[in-house]
């Protein structure tokens, strides 16, 4: 069983960065596929970020330019650098892994509150 655990999350200004870090364990993590995503309160949960075993990168629109997925193999971990952060990035964002053959995301973490806020 796969678990993923995230941190990270904070309280920050506008314009401002933080880094999510979500630890792996359980499987193979260079065969999975990792990614983000993020639910406001009161709204549905959002894609927001993909990376594939061999480290090729997707963003959804709203983040692209701002947001970086990337993984180290090494340390079974995957990370999401946020920058510019704006009071619509406020969520709580949830790690999520597949194996490379699957077309679900079959795990998930725990979430770590990101607050954007002057």
């Known amino acids: 069983q796969v678990r993923l655990v995230e941190s990270g999350g904070g309280l920050v200004q506008p314009g401002e960065s933080l880094r999510l870090s979500c630890a792996a364990s359980?499987?193979?993590?260079?065969?999975?596929?990792m990614g983000w995503h993020r639910q406001a309160s009161g709204k549905e949960r959002e894609w927001v970020a993909t990376?594939?075993?061999?480290?090729?990168?997707n963003y959804a629109d709203s983040v692209k330019g701002r947001f970086t997925i990337f993984r180290d193999n090494a340390k079974n971990t995957v990370y999401l650098q946020m920058n510019s952060l704006k009071p619509d990035d406020t969520a709580v964002y949830y790690c999520?892994?597949?194996?490379?053959?699957?077309?679900?995301?079959?795990?998930w973490g725990q979430g770590t509150q990101v607050t954007v806020s002057s």
């Open positions: 999520s892994g597949r194996p490379i053959f699957g077309n679900t995301w079959s795990s």
């Open positions: 359980g499987y193979i993590f260079s065969r999975m596929v």
């Open positions: 990376i594939t075993s061999g480290g090729s990168p």
